[in-house]
C-alpha cells in the first residue's frame, strides 16, 4: 500500500501523548495516516521574523511524521491573511465586496505554495499518495509538478466553488484554475460547486468535461468529484449523550431552567450570517410575544483571523447587536441572547447541542458546515430537536429533514424558529431519524475513503501525462 502524504495549511498536531487535537477532520485523516503510514505537512502557525525559516521540525509519532515549516512575517501577511483570507475566501463565498485584491498579496499566495513544495519535495517517495487540502494550497500540485514529481496528487476543497460570473473577477482566476488541472483528483463539497467548476471551465473555453467525472483542462485530464464531508457520527452521539452529565452542562441547563434552548455554533465569520441570524431571532420574538422570557439563544462564537479588519469590524458589530437586542427586549428575569465571544470546550458543546430544542445553522454561504451534522448527531432519539439550516449551506442537500431557510429572508428565519419551537414529538422524530441515518452512513471515515479510493484508481489513467 502506498504512503499517504497530507498537506494543509495548518497541522493538528497530536499532543505528547498522541492524542491528536478534537475535531472530525483531525481524527479521520490521522486513522488514515496511520493505516497508511505517512507524512502530514503544513505552516506551523509561527513566523521566523524576516529570517529564513529554520529547516522543518518533524515530529514522528508510530508510523506518521508530521513535518513543520515556520513563515516569515511578509508570507504569512501576504500568503495567509492577504490572498487566502482576503481575496480567494471572499470570492469562494460570493462576497465580492469583500475581495481585496493586490499584486503583492498574489505572489506572496504563489511563491509561499514553491516554499511549501520546496520543503515538502524532499520528504516524497515516488509511489506516495499525496492529498492537499484548501483554498491556501491550490498551486502545489503545479509546483511540485515543476520540480519533476509524478506521484498521484489530490485535492479537496472545503469551501464552496463559485460561479464563473464571481470567480473571473479575480485576477488570477486563470492561474487558480490551471492550478487545479495538475491534480489527478480535485474533489469538492457539493454537485453544485462541481457543477460551478465545470462552468468555469466551459466558459473562455478552457476545458472540456469528458464523462465519468472526467475533465480536460490545460493539456491534462484529472478527475473532478462531490465528497461531501461528514463528521465521526456514531462517536460524536456518544459523546453528547455522555457530557449530560457534565458539571458545565449541567450547570446551564439549570440556569436555563424552564426556558427553550436555541443554540448557535460559528467561528466568527461574515459568511456565517450571525448578523442576520440575531435580526431573525428579534423578529421571531416580536413576532410571538407568549415567547418572552419563554426561550434563550445561545450563540457561542469564537474568534476567528482577527487579523483581518472584516473580521475585526465584525466582532464589534456583532456584541453591539446583540446588547441592543437584550437591551431592548430583555426584562428583569430574562436575557433573550447570551452571546459567548470564545471557544468552549467540545464536550460542553456537545451537551449544549443536545439539550437545544433548536439548532441555528444559517449562513449566507458554507462549503458544507459541520456544526449542523454534529447537532444532528447530539440529539436524544427520543425527544429530538429541530435543525433550522440555510439552504445554502453544502449539509442542506444532504440533510433534507432540517428547515431550510434563505437565511437573507428575516421573516422566513424567524417563522422557521417559531414552527420548529412548536414541532409535535411525531414530526421531530421524524424528521431527525432521516438525517441521522443518513449521517451514520455517511461519515467521515467514509468520506476519507471515498476519496482516496478516488486517488488511488485513478492511478493509471491518464491523469498525469499531457492529454
Ligand atoms: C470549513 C468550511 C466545512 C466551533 N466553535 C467551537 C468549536 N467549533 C467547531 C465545530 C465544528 C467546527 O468548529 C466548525 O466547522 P464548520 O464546518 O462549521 O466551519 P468552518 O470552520 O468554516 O470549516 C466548512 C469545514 O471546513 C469542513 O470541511 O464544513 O464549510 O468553511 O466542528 O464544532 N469547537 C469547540 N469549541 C467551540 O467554541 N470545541
Known sequence: MSRLVIV???????????????????????VALEEHGGI??????????EHEPQPMAQLRQGNITYALTDLTDTDVEEYYHG???????????????????????MAGYFRVNRFFAHRLAPLVEPDDIIWVHDYHLIPLAAELRQMGLKNRIGFFLHIPWPPADVLFTMPVHEEIMRGLSHYDVVGFQTDHDLENFAGCLRREGIGDELGGGRFSAYGRVFKG????????TAAFAEFAK??????????????????????????????????????????FVLANPAQQGRVTYLQITPKSRSEVPEYEAMQRTVAEQAGRVNGALGAVDWVPIRYINRSVGRHILAGLYRFGKVGLVTPLRDGMNLVAKEYVAAQDPEDPGVLVLSRFAGAARELRGALLVNPYDIEGTAFAMARALSMPLDERKDRWKSMMDHLLEHDVSRWCRDFLDDLTVSAGQPGSEPA
Open 242 to 283: 455522555k457530557a449530560m452529565t457534565n458539571k458545565t452542562v449541567r450547570k446551564a441547563r439549570e440556569s436555563i431552567e424552564h426556558r427553550n434552548l436555541i443554540i448557535g455554533v460559528d467561528r466568527l465569520d461574515y459568511s456565517k450570517g450571525i448578523t442576520q441570524r440575531i435580526d431573525a431571532f428579534e423578529r
Open 40 to 49: 502530514w505537512m503544513g505552516w506551523s502557525g509561527q513566523s521566523s521574523g
Open 8 to 30: 494543509s495549511n495548518r497541522v493538528p498536531v497530536p499532543d505528547k501523548g498522541g492524542i491528536a487535537p478534537a475535531g472530525g477532520l483531525a481524527v479521520a485523516l490521522k
Open 225 to 232: 468529484g462531490v465528497y461531501p464531508i461528514g463528521i465521526e
Open 83 to 105: 490572498f487566502a483570507n482576503r481575496v480567494l475566501w471572499p470570492i469562494c463565498h460570493y462576497r465580492l465586496d469583500l475581495a481585496e485584491y493586490g499584486r503583492k498579496e
